[in-house]
């Protein structure tokens, strides 16, 4: 097949998860015989080439600005499309969704992943928030099938928009990386800091780990990866802490971000917004035990290979951090729950059958 892939910043991946998601995945189809393009953003993407492991990339610019980068670029992107005979576009993100007719003008079949609800985000005001929600019943109307990576955010298109679709969850890494690169950039040692991974927007919740782990008594540090675009205020509160445990890297992507994840004592996942977040996942597949924030969408990918602390309740999660620092033993072995549950859950190999099976489907042919 020939497959596209738009409403991202682009590969090789050094933003977030989409842009992951985009770079396994579209590897591993290559590997497969099919022909992929992933389409990027010539602010964002710094890459000298037109290919990435085998990978046709275009990158295209957009309008630099909060409200207008996504949408700008995937217009640009489906428009470009239109010369190029694809058999199938898979575009992310639903506030796309407003574009997802158009590739049908060339007989491209269009999968939308709609990601969670992120209307949901405290970053977005009332103007914002309503485009998301609309752009929610858009993508039932205009995509030829809808993508969820998370059973929640299936129960929702299908009870509040009376649309099914196909969950495909997203992947993980299904073993531990031994080298520690950047751990000695930083002063590190394997084992020796509790890490957190996310954008740095409020409802990601950085600031419940950051306040959570000033209450804790230990020697080890807290690392907390992660940037974002458009929150420097929120950043600058959050680097203002005292303490001095606490080391903030921006954003750390590849080999530097495996070795966070494989050399963690044990990793916090305090996102509330959204579907299956890919740090989490990764977490796992990395070994990593994980406390994670009790909303549905954790407790679905997580289920009991981990422990929780309460909704919001930074209290809990600092005595729920100092029970795991004193007990090494019960780490150990939410480690390994959460590695076997990530290997028979959530191997990318395993997402890129699902979705070469869905590209299959969508044009009418066999699987191969």
């Not at 993100?93 to 269009?110: C, D, E, H, T, Y």
């Not at 990593?288 to 602390?309: F, M, Q, S």
Request: charged share 25%; hydrophobic share 40%.
């Amino acid at each position: 097949m020939k497959i596209a892939i738009m409403g991202i910043r682009g590969i090789p991946a050094n933003y977030g998860g989409f842009e992951t998601f985009a770079e396994k995945l579209s590897v591993r189809l290559v590997q497969r015989g099919h022909e992929v393009t992933v389409y990027g953003r010539k602010n964002t993407i710094d890459y000298d080439g037109d290919e990435y492991k085998g990978v046709k990339l275009v990158l295209l610019p957009t309008i630099a600005h909060k409200y207008f980068d996504t949408v700008a670029h995937t217009f640009l992107s489906v428009i470009h499309g239109l010369r190029r005979d694809f058999d199938v576009v898979l575009i992310c993100n639903s506030i796309n969704s407003s574009f997802s007719w158009i590739p049908g003008l060339a007989g491209q079949k269009v999968a939308l992943n709609v990601d969670g609800l992120e209307w949901q985000r405290a970053k977005w005001n009332k103007a914002g928030m309503w485009a998301y929600r609309f752009s929610e019943y858009l993508a039932t109307m205009f995509a030829d099938h809808l993508v969820t990576d998370s059973v929640v955010i299936e129960k929702y298109y299908k009870n509040r928009l009376n649309t099914g679709s196909t969950f495909i969850p997203y992947g993980a890494p299904t073993e531990r990386i031994k080298t520690q690169a950047v751990l000695d950039k930083y002063g590190l040692t394997s084992r020796e800091y509790v890490l957190y991974v996310s954008r740095l927007e409020p409802e990601n919740n950085a600031h419940h780990i950051v306040r959570a782990f000033e209450k804790v008594k230990t020697d080890k540090k807290l690392v907390v990866v992660g940037d974002a675009p458009y929150n420097d205020a929120y950043i600058n509160e959050l680097k203002n802490t005292k303490d001095e445990r606490i080391i903030f890297t921006g954003y750390v992507f590849g080999d530097g971000y495996a070795e966070f994840q494989s050399h963690a004592y044990c990793y916090v996942q305090a996102t509330e917004v959204g579907g299956t977040h890919p740090a989490l996942l990764e977490g796992m597949g990395y070994g990593n035990c994980i406390i994670a924030h009790d909303v549905p969408e954790h407790r679905e990918a997580l289920a009991d290979a981990g422990t929780y602390y309460a909704y919001r309740d930074i209290n809990d999660l600092a005595q729920r951090l100092q029970h795991l620092l004193d007990n090494p033993l019960k780490v150990a072995g939410f480690r390994q729950r959460a590695a076997d549950m990530a290997l028979a859950r959530y191997s990318w190999d395993k997402v890129t059958t699902d979705y070469e099976r869905l590209f299959y489907k969508m044009i009418r042919k066999n699987v191969q």
